[in-house]
């Protein structure tokens, strides 16, 4: 069965930093696009980060404009997911949820639908 788990969401004030982690069991993630999305209350889920596996130990990553400069995501291992979130902003506050892509695109896709499996999410509040 596979499972993606979030941890490290939390409270922190504006100009604070958060961790993110996600961790996937059930099968091996190495060629699979990972990524993180968010959901603030009464807007869409949105894109964030994502890396994709170019070869060999290395992966690509993408960022969403809003988070560029601020958001590092990185690939632990195989099965572990990193998102560093630096300076952080109120209107950051959102449910962020772990995403797995196993189409082995040549691109990262921004799109919630193109992910297979999903975390439960992780929530994550910014206080001004």
């Known amino acids: 069965q596979v499972q993606l788990v979030e941890s490290g969401g939390g409270l922190v004030q504006a100009g604070g930093s958060l961790r993110l982690s996600c961790a996937a069991s059930?099968?091996?993630?190495?060629?699979?696009?990972m990524g993180w999305f968010r959901q603030a209350p009464g807007k869409e889920r949105e894109f964030v980060a994502a890396?994709?596996?170019?070869?060999?130990?290395?992966?690509?990553g993408d960022y969403a404009d809003s988070v560029k400069g601020r958001f590092t995501i990185s690939r632990d291992n195989a099965n572990t997911l990193s998102l560093r979130m630096n300076s952080l902003k109120p209107e950051d506050t959102a449910v962020y949820y772990c995403?797995?892509?196993?189409?082995?695109?040549?691109?990262?896709?921004?799109?919630?639908?193109?992910?297979?499996?999903w975390g439960q999410g992780t929530q994550v509040t910014v206080s001004s």
């Open positions: 059930g099968r091996t993630f190495s060629t699979y696009t």
């Open positions: 890396t994709r596996w170019i070869g060999g130990y290395n992966y690509y």
């Open positions: 995403a797995a892509d196993s189409s082995a695109s040549s691109t990262i896709a921004t799109m919630s639908k193109r992910y297979d499996y």
